[in-house]
C-alpha cells in the first residue's frame, strides 16, 4: 500500500470506521538517514490513533536504531515490521517476503527490533504465507516471531510468487491463529463487509486486515463497522457521496503538499483518482479523462458531468 496509505487517506478511512491503522512502510536506512522524504512518510495525527509505523529492513541491530528514531520523533503507538512486500525492489534489497526464505536473519530483525523498542512500544508483524506454493511456512514463521516477542502477527494469504494474484488462502492464516498464543490478523480478499463477518466466523483470527478494497471503496469500514456491530445494513453509497469524497481527498492532498503543488499532487494522484472510478457510471471514459488532470476544477468539472450522465440514465430508465 505504498502511496496509497499516506497521512491523508489514513484520515479518511479512520472516519469512516477503520479501528487501527498503519503507515506506508519507511527503509530503515532512510529513517537513519536523516532523509525527509522519507521522514514524511512517518506523519500522523492524533485523531489516527492507534497508528503504527511499518518498517522494513534486513539488519536488525540498524532496525532497531530506526524504530528508537521514529519514537523520538513521533510516538507511534506500535511498530510494524514488514516480512511481506513482495514488490522486487524491496525484495532484492533483502527486505519483505524475501526474510521468509530466511528464518535465522528474519528472526535477527524481529529480535533486534524488539530488543530497542519493546520497553516504550510494541512490535508487530506481516508476513505472507511463504516465498511460493512449495514452501508455505507461516506456521513456522509466526512461532519464531512470537518467541522473538512480537506482540501481534498480521498474516496475507498469498505466497511472494503469487502477488496479488489468485485467491488468498484462509485455511493458512486460520492455522497460524491457532498455532501461536499472540493475536493474529487475516488480511486477503476482504471487499465488504459479508467477507469481514465471514472471516470472523470461521477462522480463529483476532482481527480482519483490509487493504486494496479501501482504495476504490473506503466505505468499507464502515459497513463493517456496522455489520461486526450488528446495526441496520448501510443504505448504498451514492455517486454524489463518492464524487464529494473524491474532491475532499484531492483538496486536503493539495493543501498537505507532501507532493508539491496542485499541479504535481493531482499527477501523482491520478492512480488513486482512477480506483475511486471503480462502478461509476462511465468509468472507462473516466478513467481515460482522469489519466490527464492536473487542476481541481478539472476533476469539479468531471464530477459534475459524471452525475448529470448518471440521472440522465436514470430518468431514460424509468420513463
Partial sequence: MAGVTDFVFRGICKELGADVMVTEFVSAEGILQADERTRKYTEFSDA??????????????????????????????????????????????????????????????????????????????????????????????????????????????RTRAQGYGGEADWSVIDAVARAVRVPVVGNGDIASATDVLRRRDETAVSGVMIGRAAMHSPWIFREARHALDARDEVPPIGLEERWELVLRHCRMAVEWRRYGDERHTLTAMRSRLMAYCKGFPGARELRQRLCHVISIAEIEDLAVLSMSRAETVCIGISG
Wanted: with cysteine; glycine share 10%; hydrophobic share 45%.
Fill in 48 to 157: 489516527q490513533r492507534p497508528v503504527g509505523v511499518q518498517l522494513f529492513g534486513a539488519d536488525g541491530r540498524r532496525m532497531g536504531e530506526a524504530a528508537r528514531k521514529i519514537i523520538d520523533w513521533k510516538q507511534p503507538d506500535f511498530i510494524d515490521i514488514n516480512f511481506g512486500c513482495p514488490v522486487n525492489k524491496v525484495v532484492s534489497r533483502n527486505g519483505g517476503s524475501s526474510l521468509l526464505k530466511d528464518c535465522p536473519v528474519l528472526a535477527s530483525v524481529a529480535e533486534g527490533v524488539v530488543r530497542a523498542v519493546s520497553d516504550q512500544v510494541p512490535v508487530t508483524a506481516k508476513i505472507r504465507i511463504g516465498w511460493d506454493a512449495s514452501s508455505v511456512n507461516a506456521v513456522e514463521v509466526a512461532r519464531i516471531l512470537e518467541s522473538c516477542g512480537v506482540a501481534a502477527i498480521a498474516v496475507h494469504g
